[in-house]
């Protein structure tokens, strides 16, 4: 028999089934860690980056894409330089994590795909407002915001939307997944990537990003490119809306201004179709 909705029971077999998803590969977690070190080396990166086939494609695809502008880049050291710590973390996480977001989740209002172009989509916008906000909002957004949305893949067997048709509800998401489900997302979200060993500035990002108070500038990066995102891609992401005044905290913590939001919802969108 299973736990009822809302109860405590309900919660811990939600855990538990959180637990036992296949966590990230070894090299990416690994890879995450060093980059959060400051004192790790280039060549220590560059070292777990080349024992990997596949990310090192991916890595050097990225660095000799249309939006870097530069002449050939054939190295993983040269790719690093170009690229930057945060861009190389996110695309770790990408290249393992990107199957798993392509299923329809109905449950939530999103069709095949919608779930990983909200994902990516976010992550390029996380990368727009580190560069333009006013204090350095560190590296970690970029991940959080490609993970921001994982746990959705877990509560969708559970969640029951009282009406499917609704382009969106009135009440906060994170909120209707509480009523039902005695957690939420973002909190589940955090978990999952904590089980997965990921650094915990990457995991608080991902488990605050629904709050309204951002006491940590990384976290604020994050919920403000959760937003942008929606907004790039027209407002879709669902069935539940969002908007930018719940963000407003974020942003004066960011030290953005609503002239520079436009600008970053401009560039995600410039930017998204071919991260896509």
Sequence with gaps: MSPELGTAALRQDLLARAGDLTPLPVAVTHLAQVLHDPESSVEETCSIITQDPVLTANVLREANSSWTGRAEVATID????????ARLLMLAARGSVGERFQPALPEYGLAKGELWQHSVASSVAASAVRDHSRVDP???????ALLHDFAKLVLCDFIDLPDRDAPFFEQPLTTFEHNQLNIDHAELGGYICRSWGLPASICDAIALHHTEEHDEVPSAAHAVAVVVAHEALGGGSG??????????????????????????VVETQTTIGPAI
């Excluded at 069935?239 to 201004?257: I, K, T, Y």
Aim: hydrophobic share 50%; glycine share 8%.
């Design 138 to 144: 560190g590296g970690e957004a970029l991940t959080a």
């Design 78 to 85: 040269r790719a690093f330089v170009l690229l930057g710590r």
């Design 239 to 264: 069935f539940f809306a969002v908007d930018r005044a719940e963000v407003e905290p974020s942003m004066a913590a960011l030290r953005l201004d609503h002239e520079t939001w436009d600008q970053l």
